[in-house]
């Protein structure tokens, strides 16, 4: 089966580092993505990785390993706006995303 | 038009009533999506489109139809309402054209049946 596993809840510190883990399997793999999304709000979009790396952007990277179907959304020197759920969702053989549930991330002054 | 539109921005329904959700996008993208978001779980998908006047089922279809006459517009139909179909419903497009397909999603619909 195809499932998107991640945290539910994290909580950082202002102005600190925190990664958020995603580990998935899907049927077939054409990239997985990363989205933020605000309460109330729709997701929009963070990153993508298709090939084994660190992608920077910012404050934001991304990492992905194949081999381990492994990947974490990293942010570096937080903000109260980064308060927010991180979803993490794979791309399939049928270029379909399955999504996960969310990470919740709390950031505390 | 901006991106992607959707309306009604909320809506509560009597059970048993038919209901259409509209999207309307200006993107020209090729695909589009419908999903709903309930409190603990993933984005799910309902029914998805590859390009105009064709369709798919997604991985929660039941319940649901759609429709996708033309490019812009997406429509989501609950033929008779039922209260688990209480959520906030996505739509969503992506260019599908060979390129990574990053998906781009309208406000939502927050949908009550009651």
């Known amino acids: 089966g195809q499932n998107i596993d991640q945290p539910t809840e994290m909580t950082a510190t202002e102005g600190a580092i925190v990664q958020i883990n995603c580990t998935y399997q899907t049927s077939g793999f054409n990239g997985l993505f990363w989205y933020q999304q605000h309460a109330g709000e729709a997701p929009t979009f963070l990153s993508y990785?298709?090939l084994d790396g660190l992608e920077e952007k910012g404050r934001f990277s991304s990492f992905l390993s194949r081999s381990k179907g492994y990947s974490y959304l990293l942010l570096k020197e937080l903000q109260m706006k980064d308060s927010a759920s991180y979803l993490c969702a794979g791309l399939d053989s049928n270029y379909q995303l399955i999504w996960g549930a969310g990470t919740k991330l709390i950031i505390k002054p | 038009i901006a991106g992607i539109t959707q309306a009604p921005t909320s809506q509560i329904l009597a059970a048993g009533r038919r209901m259409t959700l509209r999207c309307t996008q200006d993107?020209?993208?090729?695909?589009m999506y419908w999903y709903r978001q309930d409190l603990g779980l993933g984005l799910r998908l309902i029914h998805y489109?590859?390009?105009?006047?064709?369709?798919g089922k997604g991985e929660v279809p039941d319940g649901y139809s759609v429709s996708r006459a033309n490019t812009d517009d997406f429509p989501l139909t609950l033929a008779s309402a039922v209260p688990s179909q209480t959520s906030v419903y996505f739509c969503?497009?992506?260019?599908?054209?060979?390129?990574?397909?990053?998906?781009?999603f309208g406000p939502g619909t927050r949908l009550t049946v009651l």
């Open positions: 489109s590859n390009t105009a006047g064709t369709t």
């Open positions: 990785n298709v």
């Open positions: 969503a497009s992506s260019p599908r054209d060979g390129s990574y397909n990053e998906q781009f």
């Open positions: 993107m020209r993208h090729n695909a």
